[in-house]
């Protein structure tokens, strides 16, 4: 039986550069969407949740945070949104509340 070598590590620069690619494609699938097929036709939908979570995932783990202050922003209006769903939710009716 021959023992197995570890492989060898990837370098600085193979990493950074796998990590550039990965931030472009999720980028790509956000701003294009993904294409599906269904019964035989294929179209282009928005992201699906689960990729919209792979970017939450890879955002978070880049320690990438919003900046506050910013209300013209996308996850400014974000927050204008969920204070507006609030409104006359009572937590008491056992609406769920959502908090920014």
Do not use: W, Y
Request: glycine share 8%; net charge neutral.
């Amino acid at each position: 039986m021959s023992k197995r070598t570890p492989a060898t590590p990837a370098t600085q620069d193979e990493m950074d550069k796998l990590h550039n690619e990965f931030a472009k494609e999720l980028g790509k699938r956000l701003k294009n969407g993904e294409k599906v097929t269904v019964a035989g036709e294929t179209r282009t939908v928005a992201a699906s949740a689960a990729v919209l979570n792979v970017i939450r995932g890879f955002l978070k783990d880049n320690n990438v945070l919003c900046a506050e202050g910013h209300p013209s922003r996308p996850v400014g209006q974000l927050s204008r949104d969920l204070e507006e769903f609030n409104k006359g939710v009572a937590e008491e009716d056992g609406a769920p509340q959502f908090k920014n």
